[in-house]
């Protein structure tokens, strides 16, 4: 006789765990519905776990539910722009910016659901963890510019700047995904180097800024 494999040992998992799994199941969801599409049900199938389960962990339902996704999608897009301080500041950029592009294409449907707003289950919350990221980018752009102290022209051409990537993001999946993301990426990059030349006509700040970027073209 063969003798038969083990059956595996069932491992009960900590409540940190099951979150996590809980979300993991919500998020691929959300990154291919409109958020009001999916229903406690689906995450629980998802998961492979009774709808109890599901609202003992978020007992504010999908409400809450949908909330935590976008934080932990919010804070997996916070670490696209984490770049070592090292090296020209485009390289640098043109790296956060493939992160970027990659989340956009594994989340498509729920990229655009999530920025384009309308959602039965948008709030003020929501908004303000949407908003929380492009505040996050614009730090993180800042900080690789090595400016403590932005004036208003500067700050105001990096957060325009962000708004583009992400009107740009949403066409390109409009697009079918064309261009290519390397392509989009290096034009978004050359976009950049565009509005702080624009900017630095009016601004002394920044038109110091693009004297140093201009080592880097």
Do not use: N
């Amino acid at each position: 006789m063969t003798p038969q494999a083990p059956t595996p040992a069932y491992r009960r998992l900590s409540v940190e765990e099951r979150r996590s799994q809980l979300l993991e199941a919500a998020l691929s969801l959300f990154a291919h519905s409109a958020p009001e599409d999916v229903s406690l049900d689906d995450v629980a199938e998802a998961a492979g776990v009774s709808r109890p389960l599901v609202y003992r962990y978020f007992p504010g339902g999908k409400q809450q539910l949908y909330e935590a996704a976008l934080m932990s999608a919010a804070d997996e897009l916070r670490h696209c722009f984490d770049e070592p301080h090292e090296g020209p500041l485009l390289p640098r950029l043109s790296r956060a910016l493939d992160r970027y592009l990659a989340f956009v294409d594994q989340h498509d449907t729920g990229f655009s659901a999530l920025l384009q707003g309308g959602s039965v289950v948008e709030t003020s919350r929501t908004t303000a963890i949407v908003d929380g990221v492009r505040r996050a980018a614009a730090e993180h752009i800042l900080s690789h510019l090595h400016v403590d102290e932005p004036g208003p022209r500067l700050r105001m051409t990096i957060r325009m700047w962000i708004t583009a990537v992400e009107a740009a993001s949403l066409i390109w999946l409009d697009e079918g995904k064309q261009p290519p993301p390397e392509e989009l990426r290096d034009w978004l990059v050359e976009q950049f180097v565009a509005v702080l030349a624009v900017t630095a006509r009016r601004d002394a700040q920044t038109d110091e800024l693009v004297r140093v970027l201009a080592t880097d073209l």
